[in-house]
């Protein structure tokens, strides 16, 4: 066995197995899926989010002047703005489904519990007016979303699998009926946890649960999991994992909510006309993740002006396409980079030249 047979055979016995029960993880898979199905809103409104506010600013001023930049915000407010009233549905809705629950019921107790932990009071102590802070709906709740998703989730799954609190009522009774019956106490049970949880976080200094979740455990892991070389790091890792075949996606699944937070608190920031938060840090994630894991869009344009192969010119021009959405697998199994020593240090640092 040559030494980079042997290389293989340990990345292969301590990396696999990792991978596996990571991509095998709940937790990790309904983020993942979680954030996928959001991206029809986010893409789309993302268009309106640079019309509305054009970085041209005699074209900005003029979209304000006759009013149409407030309409074009209008779309990312009620899109991009409230993301995490959308992600605390869809991630509940995917653990509980890939737990063999009702995803749908899973998600509406989860939307529920999240809308019930935020202020629902704004303006001055003296004078409140009711309503939902849509800073909390945002970037501001994108982290309480995601543990509320996930913890609801979770007891929902476990409740509905116990038959002591499902309600079951008699076969006479229309399925329609006792379906939407069935979860009662379940729900009461929920409400009643994330009752005591609102009102003990309530009585603390923080206030509410969005308060005490931003300042201690998004502000630092945005600071340290968002920082460059963590985000050079996780890609680099990635790179070499998908080398070896071993898909990066569970790994690069770990580091989207914290991109996630950044890029909707840049939006807010854009939309303020403020000077944009971790600026470095969102060109930094652009640059190194421009296409499929290892940047292989630049070896298939080097292909197309340089390469003499017809099968790798070839190659080039059916790959080209799909790997500008980050779709690369036909190049690095079809060309292939896996397994070819000649290729593995271009590939590996190829993020980080980038």
């Known amino acids: ?30 983020i993942s899926n979680g954030v996928m199905m959001t991206l029809p809103l986010t893409l789309g409104a993302s268009v309106f989010t640079i019309l509305g506010n054009f970085p041209v600013p005699v074209v900005s001023e003029y979209l304000i002047k006759i009013g149409v930049a407030e309409h074009l915000n209008a779309i990312s407010g009620a899109t991009i703005g409230i993301l995490a009233l959308f992600i605390s549905f869809t991630v509940a809705y995917n653990f509980t489904k890939l737990s063999g629950a009702d995803g749908v019921r899973g998600g509406l107790f989860s939307l529920a519990s999240f809308l019930i932990l935020m202020p629902q009071t704004v303006g001055k102590a003296s004078n409140p007016i009711g309503a939902f802070a849509t800073s909390y709906l945002g970037s501001s709740g994108l982290f309480v979303a995601f543990i509320v998703a996930l913890s609801v ?23 329609m009926v006792a379906q939407n019956f069935e979860p009662l106490l379940v729900g009461l049970i929920i409400f009643i946890i994330i009752f005591v949880v609102r009102l003990v976080i309530g009585y603390t200094s923080y206030g509410n649960l969005f308060d005490l979740i931003n300042k201690i455990i998004a502000a630092p892991l945005m600071s340290v999991g968002g920082s460059i070389p963590a985000i050079m790091l996780v890609y680099v890792l990635a790179n070499v994992l998908f080398f070896f075949g071993i898909h990066p996606s569970p ?14 608190e840049a939006v807010k920031n854009l939309q303020n006309h403020e000077s944009i938060s971790y600026l470095t840090n969102l060109v ?69 030249v980038s």
């Open 153 to 175: 989730a979770k007891i929902y799954v476990v409740l509905v699998n116990n038959k002591k609190v499902v309600i079951k009522l008699p076969e006479s009774v229309p399925p």
């Open 284 to 352: 930094t994630f652009d640059f190194i993740n421009n296409d499929g894991t290892g940047s292989t869009l630049s070896l298939l344009v080097a292909i197309l002006i340089f390469g003499r192969s017809k099968r790798y010119r070839t190659l080039a021009k059916l790959s080209a396409a799909p790997n500008i959405f980050g779709i690369n697998e036909p190049v690095i199994f079809g060309l292939p980079i896996m397994f070819n020593p000649i290729l593995f240090i271009p590939f590996v640092l190829s993020s980080v």
């Open 1 to 30: 066995m040559g030494d980079f047979d042997a290389v293989q055979a340990k990345m292969e016995k301590f990396f696999v197995p990792m991978m596996n029960k990571l991509g095998n993880n709940k937790v990790l898979q309904s």
């Open 251 to 264: 790994l690069q699944a770990i580091l989207s909510p914290i991109i996630l937070g950044m890029q909707m």
